[in-house]
């Protein structure tokens, strides 16, 4: 095998690495259900294809789910990622808080799936975290990552915060942000501006881009 067809079948690896990464953490930041313990044996199995640095913080997690009753764990999971502003799963809520921008931002991620042919089902937010990861590891994984790196620093913050909280959940952002590159520059100013000031306001009402734990349900996702 020459040079360029190991690079290309090392770039495969990767992606396929990245992908499952994607599709497990996707899964694993719905709202708790039975149908996502049943799928845990099968996530498990996923998970030790990858390695270490993806391989064991998303395992933390799927021993965590396992390893507790549902009414615990959606309990757990309303009052960590509904009731804390810093741990919102809604990306563009960390750029553009409660203002104009903000729906702006929410059509270009519809534009993104549109033209990959990814549906969203008809009460799902398109900027929820799991929906993005799904899109990255199924639909198109270059427009994925994009619509990630462009919301980088609300991605930081939530993992950031999720470790602060002491959450389980923070083995799911952990393994992605691995997928990424590391932060530098803008996206660390952005991070540090983020978690002193939170997201912006706006001084009229916004409906229906209203704060986290306002929105609608989000049909499996919540």
Known sequence: MNRAARLAAARAAVSREHAIVHRVAALLLEYPSVELLELLPQLRSAVEEVGDRFRLPLLQVVDHLADRPLTELEAQYVTTFDLRRKCALYLTYYAYGDTRKR????????????????????????????????????????????????????????????????????????????????????????????????????????????????????????
């Open 103 to 222: 729906g702006v931002a929410l059509v270009e991620f519809k534009q993104a799936y549109r033209a990959a042919g990814f549906e969203l089902a008809e009460a799902e937010l398109p900027d929820h975290l799991a929906v993005v990861l799904e899109f990255a590891a199924t639909g198109d994984a270059e427009s994925g990552i994009r619509l990630l790196l462009e919301h980088r620093a609300g991605l930081e913050l939530l993992r950031l915060a999720l470790l602060d909280a002491g959450s389980p959940y923070v083995g799911a952002l952990a393994a992605v942000s691995a997928t990424l590159p590391a932060l530098a520059g803008d996206d660390r100013e952005a991070v540090a501006r983020l978690a002193a000031e939170g997201p912006p306001g706006e001084d009229v009402g916004l409906e229906p881009f209203a704060p986290p734990s306002y929105m609608p349900a989000m049909g499996a996702r919540r």
